[in-house]
């Protein structure tokens, strides 16, 4: 009984999961369109690119090929979500049918042509007006094509505010009509550059092989330092994920000291660092508070990197401090993971303000290190780390 059960739950759930996939590949599956709008699936269609998808459309039979071309179809799509229409444009002076692809929908579609010297877009609306988008003067001044957007988009009050900061590419446009077609207020992905202010706090870790047990028992406490950098926010194809690339500057001095048997050692450190940190940001899409949260790595350069190692014998009667070592423990060079978060205030379309908490764990020195233990050299792998928590403070000014 139990494994009768068992056979008839299996079978369901496979039956289930077939059901599904069969489902979803019918759901992706090619098509192409004739006259009088009827439209044919379950072929497969030959992607070749872009510049050929423009005047052709190859159907994969058995052991050959069936060409249409714009003059013999309505349009065509691939499964994956890529639909082509076909129009009558001007190619080099003489009118023709082409396939254009088809961005987006809505009471303005966007389309787009592409060629060998440069891609082309076209909008209609839906009283099946067809027209151009002018990118302007080879010089690439954007002017035009953000004057006409303004006045064709006039009726929806949030695209004022940020025609002026869309591009010429695909995604920057449809989502601007995405934007129009909807009318609602969401955040729109713009590139922004700025500064930042910090404050770091920065903990070292001795090597856990050094033989030297003074350091093993010497507590490297975390120091504070102020940050000053600058920043840019790139998004990734009109998402509402950025490439956040950084370049921070920081001076870290510190003092330790630890008694290990009668003998008192004390430390101290002069750094200034470079940090690059390369991070992917995800911005929550809420309208004036937008809690975003990054992650990637950092490389991190010591162009200044003294560390003075004093020895004192406190039982000794005259308790002189001698210099014991003069020369840098740590690496010149980390990598390191970040992880941080934080909000983002949207002061306008353009700039905003951001206040993040990010932890890095600098686990990876690279290069030599001049410091060596008692027994001889500090090895590979063997060399001291860091690790660094970060308040910052940016703002987008451009």
Known sequence: MYHATTSICLNLLLTVCLFFSLSELYAQQDYIIIDHGRRIEGMRIKDNGPVENAHLCQVMGVLDLTDYRPEQLVGYG?????????????VNDVRKKVFLELLTAGR?????????????????????SFLELQRGEESGDQEDFQQLLSVLMQDCEHIEEVVDYVNFRKFSLRKLLRLYNTCIQQPFPIARYGALLGYSGLRLYAPSKVDLELFQQLDFNLHASFTVGLFA???????????HPEIQYSVHKAAYSQIVNAMKTEVELDLVMVNVPILIRYSFPYLKWRPFINAGVIYSRHIQNTHVLYQTDINAPSANRRLARNNDFLRRSFLAFSLGGGLQFQLNAKQQLFFELRASDYLFPLGTSSFNTLSGNLQDGNSFTKREINVIIGFSFL
């Open 108 to 128: 303005f579609d966007l389309y787009y042509y592409a060629a060998k010297e440069g891609g082309r877009f076209f909008l209609e609306k839906e009283d099946e």
């Open 233 to 243: 926010d790139i998004p990734i194809m009109s998402s509402y994920m950025s490439f």
């Open 78 to 90: 691939f499964g994956k979500g890529k639909d082509f229409v076909s129009k009558e444009i001007v």
